[in-house]
């Protein structure tokens, strides 16, 4: 299994960017089926979660991206989406997309896309 990240890169204070994780050869049912999520790491930080759409289709925002990113997941293709607005300069970091269950179980990482917002 490969999660392919992509959609990163250097926006101005303002901008938006969607970033976007696609899991190949993994199945329909595992991946539907498991919880979905981006996690971003900053430059001498820990990496942290930002997203999360479960396989139930709820969701959970760190408080600071809450009304500005929208995290969305596309089953059919095995997808999940990250659409960042109003990006400021603390959201730059390296951008993670997760799969994992406990029921397979799968725990897969991306392998990271690297966002850089400027003032």
């Known amino acids: 299994v490969q999660l392919q990240a992509s959609g990163g890169g250097s926006v101005q204070v303002g901008g938006s960017l969607r970033l976007s994780c696609k899991a190949s050869?993994?199945?329909?049912?595992?991946?539907?089926?498991?919880?979905v999520a981006w996690y971003r790491q900053a430059s001498g930080e820990q990496r942290a979660l930002v997203a999360e759409i479960k396989s139930d289709g709820s969701l959970n925002y760190v408080d600071s991206v809450k009304g500005r990113f929208t995290i969305s997941r596309d089953n059919r293709n095995k997808k999940v989406h990250l659409q960042m607005n109003s990006l400021e300069p603390g959201d730059t970091a390296i951008y993670y997309c997760?799969?994992?269950?406990?029921?397979?179980?799968?725990?897969?990482w991306g392998q990271g896309t690297l966002v850089t917002v400027s003032s």
């Open positions: 997760h799969v994992h269950n406990t029921w397979a179980p799968v725990n897969y």
């Open positions: 050869r993994m199945i329909f049912s595992t991946f539907s089926g498991s919880d």
